[in-house]
C-alpha cells in the first residue's frame, strides 16, 4: 500500500526521545524551552509557546487577543473543523467566508463583502473580533489583503498556520504576519511531535496570556506558585520537544522534498483531467498535503475513487470540510449547499494524494497512473455513462 503519509522519523530522533525519557523529568522544561528557541529562530518571531497541539495553539491565541461570548470570528469555510471549533469554545460564534477556488484559501473579496454586512448591522458591528485565515494544505492565505482589511476594522488576525510551517508569502514566513500564528506538529504536517502545537507571537503580553493559560492559569513569572485566571492544561511533554528540535533541524530538507515530489505530480497531471493544487504568485508553500480536484462530472464518484485505488495500493483523502455543512454549524446555523458556492465545488471535487519526503518518484507513477486509470473507468468526463 502507497500511504497518504509517513513521518520523517529518524535515529537521531529516536535517540532524543529515549535520552529524554532515561532523563526522567518528562514534563515543560529545557527541552520544551529549547524547541520554542527553534521555531521562534525559525520564523523570527520574539516568542514561541508550545502547547499540547494546533487545536490548543488556536484556542489560546483566540483568548488571548480577548476573544470571549457572542463574539463573532471570521474563519474561512473550508478547513479542518477545529478552526471553527476554536472559535465555538471561546463562547464565540464563527463567521464563514468562502474560499479561493484556485488557492482554497479564504478569498479576500469574500472577506470584505462578509464584513461590510456585519459593520453595517447595528447587531453584530461591535462583536467583530477576529478574523483567522487558514493557510489551506500549506500555501499561505493571501495576507497582505487580508491583513489591510483586519487592520481597517481593528480586528486581530491570527493564522491557522497549522500546515504551514516553513512557507512563506512575498518573502516572510507563514505564521510572523499576525498578532499570532499558530501551527500544528501533528503527523500529518511536515514535521511532528505526534501530538503538539506551538503560539509564535511578537507581543510579549499575548506571550504571556499564553504561558499562563496553557498551566492552569499559573503566573509564569511568579516566583512562587500564583494562579491568576482559570486556565487549561495544554502544556507539551519534554520527550514530545525533544522530538520537535530534532525534527526542526531537518525542516528544509523536509520541504524541500515536498516540493520536488509535488512538482513531479504537476508533471504528471499536466493535460490530463485532473486539476493540480495551484500555487498563487509570491507564495512559496510546503504541501502538507498534495490535493488535486477532479473533474465535475466525477465529484458525486469520488468515494468509488476513493475505494477503487485503496483496492489497487494507493491511499488516498477528501481535501478537508465543508466546516458549516458539518452537523453542528449547519443545525446551529442552518446553512445549506449554495451559501458556499466555491467551497461546495472544491469540497466535492478534491481529493488527497500520498506525499511524504520518502515517496519515490516511481511510486507517484504509480498514483498517478492508478487515479487516471480508476478516473477512465468511472467516466471521466470524456465520455457518456
Ligand atoms: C491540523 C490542523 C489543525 C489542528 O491541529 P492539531 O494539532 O491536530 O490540533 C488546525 N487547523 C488546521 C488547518 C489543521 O490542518
New binding site residues.
Given amino acids: 500500500m502507497i500511504r497518504l503519509t509517513v513521518p520523517s522519523i529518524e535515529d537521531d530522533d529516536l535517540e532524543a526521545v529515549r535520552d529524554t525519557l532515561s532523563g526522567g523529568y518528562l514534563v515543560q522544561g529545557a527541552r520544551v524551552a529549547a524547541f520554542e528557541q527553534a521555531v521562534a529562530d525559525r520564523i523570527g518571531s520574539a516568542h514561541a509557546v508550545a502547547v499540547s497541539?494546533?487545536?490548543?495553539a488556536?484556542h489560546l491565541a483566540l483568548l488571548s487577543v480577548g476573544v470571549g461570548p457572542n463574539d463573532l470570528v471570521l474563519v474561512p469555510a473550508y478547513?479542518?473543523i477545529?478552526?471553527a471549533n476554536v472559535a465555538a469554545l471561546c463562547g464565540a460564534e464563527p463567521v464563514f467566508v468562502d474560499i479561493d477556488p484556485r488557492t482554497f484559501n479564504m478569498d479576500p473579496a469574500a472577506l470584505e463583502h462578509n464584513l461590510r454586512a456585519l459593520l453595517q448591522d447595528p447587531a453584530t458591528a461591535s462583536r467583530v473580533k477576529a478574523v483567522v485565515p487558514?493557510h489551506a494544505f500549506g500555501q499561505t492565505a493571501e495576507l497582505p489583503a487580508l491583513l489591510d482589511l483586519a487592520a481597517r476594522h481593528d480586528l486581530s488576525l491570527i493564522e491557522?498556520a497549522?500546515?504551514a510551517l516553513g512557507a512563506a508569502c512575498r518573502g516572510t514566513p507563514a505564521g510572523r504576519w499576525g498578532r499570532a500564528g499558530c501551527f500544528?506538529?501533528?503527523p500529518?504536517?511536515a514535521v511532528t511531535t505526534g501530538?503538539?502545537?506551538m503560539v509564535v507571537t511578537d507581543d510579549p503580553d499575548l506571550a504571556r496570556r499564553v504561558r499562563t493559560l496553557r498551566h492552569h492559569g499559573a503566573d509564569p513569572a511568579a516566583p512562587v506558585p500564583e494562579f491568576i485566571v482559570p486556565g487549561f492544561n495544554y502544556r507539551m511533554t519534554e520527550f514530545q520537544a525533544a522530538l520537535g528540535k530534532t525534527q526542526m533541524s531537518k525542516l528544509s530538507r523536509i520541504v524541500e522534498a515536498r516540493r520536488t515530489r509535488a512538482a513531479h505530480y504537476d508533471t504528471l497531471f499536466a493535460g490530463t483531467p485532473v486539476v493540480p493544487p495551484a500555487t498563487a504568485e509570491g507564495h512559496d508553500p510546503v504541501y502538507?498535503s498534495y490535493v488535486v480536484l477532479l473533474p465535475p462530472d466525477l465529484a458525486s464518484r469520488r468515494k468509488d475513487v476513493i475505494r477503487m485505488m485503496k483496492e489497487r495500493g494507493v491511499e488516498t483523502t477528501i481535501g478537508?470540510l465543508h466546516m458549516p455543512l458539518t452537523r453542528y454549524y449547519r443545525d446551529r446555523f442552518g446553512y445549506r449547499k449554495g451559501d458556499f458556492p466555491v467551497t461546495d465545488g472544491v469540497f466535492e471535487r478534491s481529493l488527497t494524494l500520498p506525499l511524504y519526503e520518502t515517496l519515490s518518484a516511481r511510486d507517484q507513477d504509480v498514483v498517478a497512473g492508478t487515479l487516471l486509470d480508476v478516473m477512465s473507468e468511472l467516466g471521466d468526463g470524456h465520455e457518456t455513462p
Fill in positions: 497541539s494546533g487545536t490548543a488556536l478547513s479542518w477545529a478552526t487558514v491557522d497549522a500546515c500544528s506538529f501533528h500529518r504536517k501530538e503538539g502545537g502538507q478537508t
